[in-house]
Nanobody, 130 residues
Framework: QLQIVESGGGLVQPGGSLRLSCTAS????????IGWFRQAPGKDREGVSC????????KYGDAVLGRFTISRDNAKNTVYLQMNSLKPEDTAVYYC???????????????????????WGQGTQVTVSS
């Protein structure tokens, strides 16, 4: 298993923004398909956004389309999730996962519980509340 760390979560008011970061140690994220997932209390985990190894293909969940943007900074070995126009229903623990580079983004985002070959971070809490 690869070691992945998420950061950037916190408390934000509705309409605000946050940027989550996904970093790794011991390996480079640009060799993997990367996905962001979230799980709210009492709900199933869902795919938020996934990004191909090359950064040329991405997938977004319907609930975040147009508000969230996924991107890579290979020099910093980091994948970001820019979250704008946040809503209370975006409140959840957000997880980053790395999948083999042959994993298509639409497939990765379709399997929120992942596969055994994936690696997961511990998650970062995002709370949207006034």
């Amino acid at each position: 298993q690869l070691q992945i760390v998420e950061s950037g979560g916190g408390l934000v008011q509705p309409g605000g923004s946050l940027r989550l970061s996904c970093t790794a140690s011991g390996f480079t994220l640009d060799s993997y398909t990367i996905g962001w997932f979230r799980q709210a209390p009492g709900k199933d985990r869902e795919g938020v956004s996934c990004l191909s190894r090359g950064g040329d293909m991405s997938k977004y969940g319907d609930a975040v389309l147009g508000r969230f943007t996924i991107s890579r900074d290979n020099a910093k070995n980091t994948v970001y999730l820019q979250m704008n126009s946040l809503k209370p229903e975006d409140t959840a623990v957000y997880y980053c996962a790395a999948a083999p580079d042959y994993t298509p983004v639409h497939v990765m985002c379709h399997f929120p519980n992942g596969l055994s070959v994936w690696s997961w971070g511990q998650g970062t809490q995002v709370t949207v509340s006034s």
